[in-house]
């Protein structure tokens, strides 16, 4: 009896963990980002208000065994990627909230797949929308993926998917600031 206790509990904690709700990680600015805005126009530029598309959920990303994630502070990925994108422009000194030029945007995809196979991936994209004062100066909808080796074990894919989702969010922002549309933008 004693044997299958010890055999059952590492079982039933692994059942409880795949059925858990999770915030998302915290993000961390990615050196090409940095160089990417280092190697562009220095001006600098204020980070307005972002929302989710209609196909979008905002405050639930299911797609990891049974587990889930939510977005930024406030639950939902569309103040997620406001503020990835406020912390890759901070870390490049180009933040200011009072300048004239100001990114917007909405969050049209938002896509994470741990759950089976050997690769999990993450699909993200955004309408992004620079404005000088109230001209509209750039409006694309830009998207990003990443994939990563997932695994069987879900106390193994689980936190892979969850840092994939990172990295994905990481190249959005990365293929927005290399845009040469958006660095015409933004001289």
Not at 37 to 54: E, H, I
Not at 91 to 111: F, I, K, M, S, Y
């Amino acid at each position: 009896m004693r044997q299958a206790r010890l055999l059952l509990a590492p079982a039933l904690a692994a059942v409880l963990a795949a059925c858990a709700h999770t915030p998302a990680p915290a993000y961390q600015p990615g050196v090409d980002n940095l160089r990417a805005l280092r190697a562009g126009p220095a001006t600098p530029l204020a980070v307005g208000d972002f929302d989710a598309g209609p196909k979008v959920d905002d405050e639930r990303l299911g797609g990891l065994r049974g587990s889930s994630m939510s977005g930024a502070e406030d639950g939902l990925f569309s103040t997620y990627l406001q503020r990835a994108l406020e912390a890759e422009l901070r870390q490049a000194g180009r933040l200011d909230p009072e300048a004239d030029l100001r990114l917007e945007g909405t969050l049209v995809r938002n896509q994470l797949s741990a759950n089976s196979g050997s690769t999990g991936y993450a699909n993200v994209a955004a309408r992004f929308v620079l404005r000088r004062g109230e001209d509209v100066v750039f409006d694309k909808e830009i998207a990003a993926r990443a994939e990563w080796e997932s695994s069987f074990i879900g106390a193994l894919a689980i936190p892979a998917g969850m840092q994939g989702y990172v990295s994905a969010v990481q190249k959005l922002a990365g293929a927005l600031f290399a845009d040469p549309e958006f660095q015409a933008a933004t001289r």
